[in-house]
């Protein structure tokens, strides 16, 4: 069993930053699949970025590619999203998500076994 923790949504203006952390638990990550999606209201869950844990290769939606960063932390086994220049369309709840047994950057969120409970992250115009 994986247990995920997000931390550090609120309500930024459009152009401020926040950081959002990932803490992982219940097992060893020497390897595994994981990633950021979000989801707004109305809309369907997207995929944001997401992460190889061994070797730390990133791959990000268009939407948010060059103002996000994702990341990790092994010794903490804690993942992060460093999101700059925030839009109000990037408004959503963001989660992450795990997946043991998969390798290398999936996207797609139907392919990860674990969820964190979310994170509200608010842009104001």
């Known amino acids: 069993q994986v247990q995920l923790v997000e931390s550090g949504g609120g309500l930024v203006q459009a152009g401020g930053s926040l950081r959002l952390s990932c803490a992982a638990s219940?097992?060893?990550?020497?390897?595994?699949?994981m990633g950021w999606f979000r989801q707004a209201p109305g809309k369907e869950r997207e995929f944001v970025a997401a992460i190889t844990w061994s070797r730390g290769i990133t791959y990000y939606a268009d939407s948010v590619k060059g103002r996000f960063t994702i990341s990790r932390d092994n010794a903490k086994n804690t993942m992060y999203l460093q999101m700059n220049s925030l839009k109000p369309e990037d408004t959503a709840v963001y989660s992450c998500?795990?997946?043991?047994?998969?390798?290398?950057?999936?996207?797609?969120?139907?392919?990860?076994?674990?969820w964190g409970q979310g994170t509200q992250v608010t842009v104001s115009s």
């Open positions: 219940g097992r060893t990550f020497s390897s595994t699949a």
């Open positions: 998500a795990a997946s043991p047994r998969l390798r290398g950057l999936v996207t797609d969120s139907n392919y990860y076994d674990y």
